[in-house]
């Protein structure tokens, strides 16, 4: 059963618009969760982090929110651009566990 | 920095044939771990290491081991490749273990027939 879910495969933005990314978790012991941003023939890249002690983490263009008591989580690209297309992968972690993935959500940015 | 490395980019094996599989990381980071991502599934633990000469066992690890005998190098060996094997295997290192980035080298394409 997975503990880390991304119930979209993927998604489809017009550039310029916001992009909603959604991850949804199981494990109530989760408090640290990372999205990983991934190309074609490429490893995955690390793209922003949130612990359980916040609700909103932002990095530029790209804002990470988190609410514990659904858990979910959710990354919003805004605004979205044609290189931000990519597979994003979000992850957690309880506190010295490893960290689970989630199976990706394929993103497609049109121009 | 070349960060993560892995070797080979591609291989295809017979069934019942051998290969070891290298990471290396010039970050002189303790953490290293073995990945391997398979269609609408997510990355899923092989086996890592927190530090030299370490190793424990991920969430798949039947039919791999591997080893840790310098810093910078973590090696995946297959001792009788199996096709449930066939997958792409991503090497990455952090730091530290938990809330720690990991970096993630460009992967290896396995194909077992």
């Known amino acids: 059963d997975q503990q880390v879910k991304q119930n979209s495969p993927s998604l489809s933005v017009q550039e310029g618009r916001i992009s909603i990314l959604n991850c949804d978790y199981t494990?109530?012991?989760?408090?640290?969760f990372l999205w990983y941003k991934k190309y074609p023939a490429e490893g995955p890249t690390f793209l922003i982090s949130?612990?359980?002690?916040?609700d909103k983490n932002e990095d530029g263009r790209f804002t990470v929110f988190l609410n514990k008591s659904a858990k979910h989580l959710s990354l919003h690209i805004v605004p979205s651009q044609p290189g931000d297309s990519a597979v994003y992968f979000c992850?957690?972690?309880?506190?010295?566990?490893?960290?689970?993935f989630g199976p990706g959500t394929r993103l497609s940015v049109l121009p | 920095n070349a960060g993560v490395t892995q070797t080979p980019k591609f291989r295809v094996l017979k069934t019942g044939q051998s290969m070891t599989l290298l990471c290396a990381q010039d970050?002189?980071?303790?953490?290293m771990y073995w990945y391997r991502q398979d269609p609408g599934m997510g990355l899923r633990l092989i086996h890592y290491?927190?530090?030299?000469?370490?190793?424990a066992k991920g969430e798949v690890p039947d039919g791999y081991n591997v080893s840790r005998l310098k810093k910078q190098n973590f090696l995946l060996g297959l001792e009788s490749a199996a096709p449930s094997q066939t997958s792409v295997y991503f090497c990455?290192?952090?730091?530290?273990?938990?809330?720690?980035?990991?970096?993630f080298g460009p992967g290896t394409r396995l194909t077992v027939t």
């Open positions: 990455a290192s952090s730091y530290q273990g938990y809330s720690s980035e990991q970096y």
């Open positions: 494990n109530s012991m989760f408090d640290y």
């Open positions: 949130i612990s359980s002690i916040k």
């Open positions: 992850a957690a972690s309880a506190h010295g566990q490893n960290f689970v």
């Open positions: 970050m002189n980071h303790e953490y």
């Open positions: 290491s927190v530090g030299e000469g370490t190793t």
